[in-house]
């Protein structure tokens, strides 16, 4: 896989004396002024959380073997122990240790005199050094740098008491957290091995399979790991609305043709659909942060431009990690099941042996190591995007700069004036970019839909006993 060198720079610009100062206000503003569109908050742990936040975009670039699944994951897990680490200053939210089987937290641990933003520091930086766990030496060693420089400037003008406690409750959240994601064993399995030999796909007409130059299965048991609001045994499981055909006239053949024209035109002509299948791509390691990554860039954006508070900062994360992690385990279980071909095959077979996806341009072998149906694009794209409408509702204004400033790829920003046509388009992006068929995408945008539909219902407020 090809290795770009691009610099993101860490968010250690910020004049930390005066951010520790202001702690207590929340009147006053702070600005990463390091950034070219830089991210103002008013609320002092908010701009905890989006630093952190910025860092683990960089770390997912760089971190291999994981996308989507185990990213997926891993955000569910991080921001699920960030906010149990500040519910107790969080009014009228509980705990999920009541919601959640087998996640048990001690909160007589937790001491009246704790300061908020060194206990997030302190949580984040050990679930983050544990779920991204495959990410290179000198990216990950940004962590202790911003874990430290923090620890710094928010300790000054507090007593050793109040830094030690602090520190020990993030920490402590934190551990509980990870002993809870090692009671998945399905999952802590398959994230060290997410291309078992055992597996062989099976063999029918029109089935997905791999070929000599691409990968091995990728996670074809992933629909076993845990969920957290709704399973994929929940989840509608709609079969393929077309049937595989090698007939011309065929709803099969007309989809793959449409795939044929749109990939070949876009690279062609340099058009608005190679921009977009290249702005929404967030396939290649090294390159670009993940499909589920690029919900957080955008999640981060918007709570700066609605300058949210830290409670509805927090509650926003966590739905959407929920969400995230229960879209990859609905999606790949629909994938495995059907088993339906990426476009590639059937193209090269049936239209034209010479083509190559416009994916292809980026990374070494043609297409993403699992079957089509549903677009896992696709459903990351609605399973956020139904969290965001509920959060802030669908009419916008929103710029997504995920990629500005990028010369590798077309990631000039895109503006959008709903979360319905900003799903929309990243789901049907996967068409110019000649990895699904339109009926992947379309599935994928309403199994995402049905999955956030879930989270939001899930309620925070109240304790299960």
Known sequence: METVNFRIVLLLALPFVFLNSCANDADDIITDTSSENPIIVTDITTQTITEWNDLWLELDRYASGMRPNATSRALAYIHLAAYETAVANMDGYTSNTDRLQGFNINFNRREDDIDLNLA??????????????????????????????????????????????????????AQRTIAYSQTDTEAEAQIVDPQPSS???????????????????????????????????????IPPPISYSEDTTSDFYAEMQEV??????????????????????????????????????????????????????????????????????????????????????????????????????????????????????????????GVFIDEFGDTIDFTDRSHEGRTEFNGTPRTFDTFTDMAEENAYSRIPLGVHIRMDCTEGLRLGYEISSAVNNYDLSQSTQ
């Open 120 to 173: 997030l520091n302190a949580c984040y930086a050990t679930v983050m050094d544990h779920f991204m766990y495959n990410v290179q030496a000198d990216v990950d060693s940004k962590i202790a740098v911003l874990q430290d420089a923090k620890e710094t400037a928010l300790s000054q003008n507090l007593t050793n008491e109040v830094v030690q406690n602090s520190i020990e409750w993030g920490n402590y959240v």
């Open 199 to 237: 597996y062989e796909p099976p063999v029918g007409e029109g089935f997905w399979t791999y070929s000599a130059d691409e990968e091995r299965a990728w996670f074809p048991y992933w629909a076993s790991v845990r969920t957290f609001v709704i399973s994929a045994d929940e989840t509608s499981s």
């Open 260 to 385: 044929y024209t749109v990939n070949n035109t876009a690279k062609s002509t340099n058009n608005e659909q190679l921009w977009i299948a290249e702005f929404w791509s967030d396939d290649v390691e090294n390159l670009m942060m993940s499909p589920p990554g690029r919900q957080i860039s955008i999640a981060n954006q918007l709570i700066a431009q609605y300058d949210l508070d830290f409670e509805n900062s927090l509650v926003l994360l966590l739905k959407l990690g929920f969400s995230l992690n229960d879209a990859a385990v609905s999606t790949w279980a629909d994938k495995y099941e059907y088993m339906v071909m990426r476009p590639s095959v059937y193209i090269q077979e049936f239209i034209d042996p010479d083509f190559q996806t416009n994916l292809y341009t980026f990374i070494f072998w043609p297409n993403p190591s699992f079957p089509g149906y549903p677009s896992g694009h696709s459903t990351f794209a609605s399973a956020a995007a």
